[in-house]
């Protein structure tokens, strides 16, 4: 068990560096919804706290495994803090908010209502992405300005 912990703790070190000690936004890199919503994160990270790396990416499926989500089954955004905690569906989107500040902070009122709820919401949204915003071929490819921001 001490060979396991320390195994993970070196693997989450990793990942943290990988980030330079920032927040990873996993999500679905062939989603239009879901690449809109980066854009936007990355327009209003005012405090440079977030990296990006798409679902289907090698380190993607890394953090997916190291966190124990199975990434096939997956059809959320995940927030993933190297070696403190993670967050998905709703969870991800209320801290995301959280951590923008500003009026986006103001998201976090939806966390009186349960998690079941917020999730059904959510799932639904998710389930339709492709039909309502359409899906690309591969995922984003950044622009030379935007690259740091991806791992």
């Known amino acids: 068990m001490t060979n396991m912990m320390k195994i993970n703790s070196e693997i989450a070190s990793f990942f943290a560096m990988t980030a330079g000690n920032k927040k990873i936004i996993l999500f679905d890199g062939v989603c239009n919804l879901c690449d809109g919503a980066v854009q936007f994160i990355i327009k209003h990270d005012k405090k440079d ?3 990006f790396a798409a679902l289907q990416s090698d380190l993607g499926k890394e953090i997916c495994s190291y966190i124990g989500v199975d990434h096939n089954k ?3 955004i ?3 803090y190297p070696g403190v905690a993670y967050y998905y569906k709703s969870s991800a989107a209320i801290e995301i908010s959280n951590e923008l500040g500003g009026i986006y902070s103001l998201i976090s009122i939806f966390k009186i209502l349960p998690e079941k709820l917020r999730n059904y ?3 639904y949204i998710a389930k339709n992405r492709y039909k309502w915003y359409g899906k690309k071929e591969s995922c984003m490819i950044p622009t030379p300005e935007l690259k740091a921001k991806f791992l």
């Open 49 to 51: 706290i977030f990296r």
């Open 74 to 76: 997956i059809d959320s």
């Open 78 to 80: 995940i927030l993933y």
């Open 121 to 123: 919401i959510y799932d």
